[in-house]
């Protein structure tokens, strides 16, 4: 073909596990929900830098080491890591994966996260533990945006891996790997209820 396709953008996205994913999230939910009532140092960071939420991320961001609900959500999540790592074909050197920061999000109506990325770990991601439905979902920008200059607009009609934005929903039970340097947003949740889930990055050394 004259036209090939070359450095391309991965996203991954799968079921944490095949069964018994609604009474994982259950428990995980009222974790969650505990933790926010717990963290009075996360309630504060958030209300300056969160506005309306509620994150772990600035005070409690390696829950794997403290809880053991979030420690089996560890081993879980390595294994979907290692298989997109094994995609990505990472010469990881001898070297080994882990698991560096894990935290809580929690969104009420009218939350949002801003764009962003996430420097220092080479794979992110989230799992979404409560999603009522019509929540935002997880928006990726093409990481070329800022070099594209005199480029024309795309079509409105454009194949997927052609359009400037990506939105994957957000799915109660789906985990959502990413590199870490791509840049990611998620709009205002509209709706009713709250929008619960777990980010977390990974490392190597």
Known sequence: MPTRA?????????????????????????????????????????????????????????????????ADLEQK????????????????????????????????????????????????GTYYVVTPPGCSGLKFEDPRLDRFMAAPPRRPNARRENQVHVTYPAEAGNVILFESWLRHQVAANRVAEERISISFNFNWR
Request: hydrophobic share 40%.
């Open 6 to 70: 070359w450095f391309p953008t991965y996203l991954y996205c799968e079921p944490l596990q095949k069964s018994s994913t609604a009474r994982l999230n259950t428990e995980f939910a009222e974790e969650c929900r505990r933790l926010r009532d717990y963290d009075a140092a996360g309630r504060r960071w958030s209300a300056q830098h969160y506005p309306g939420g509620y994150t772990s991320y600035a005070s409690m961001n390696e829950l794997h080491k403290f809880s053991s609900a979030f």
């Open 77 to 124: 999540l390595m294994r979907h890591a290692r298989a997109f790592a094994r995609t990505l074909e990472f010469d990881l050197r001898g070297r080994t994966m882990y698991l560096s920061d894990l935290w809580v999000n929690i969104m009420p109506p009218a939350a949002a996260h801003s764009l962003h990325l996430h420097p220092l770990s080479f794979i992110s």
